[in-house]
């Protein structure tokens, strides 16, 4: 487990290349591009997979290196206040 300093290409790719799971904080401001398409997703009712392709059809999101992880959140709604929210990124496979 790590905070989102550690949610990043680099740190996921050590801890893949130990075979070792993994639990890390993935917040909004530190992964923009992942939150938007995650909100996208949302929006079509479509949280399984995101893939990417810009105007001219060139893919983003899966890059040979690029490692898939699974993405959730968490709210504690309480009298429709939100009293505590979270996202994470895991491990796909190891």
Known sequence: MADSLY???SFIKEVKDKRMSYILVAKP???KLMMEWVSEQKEMGNVSRIE???EKGREHGGYKDTFWVNYFEYTILADNKINYHNSWVTVTDI
Request: glycine share 0%.
């Open 7 to 9: 949610s990043k290409q």
């Open 29 to 31: 401001k530190d992964h």
């Open 52 to 54: 990417y392709k810009d």
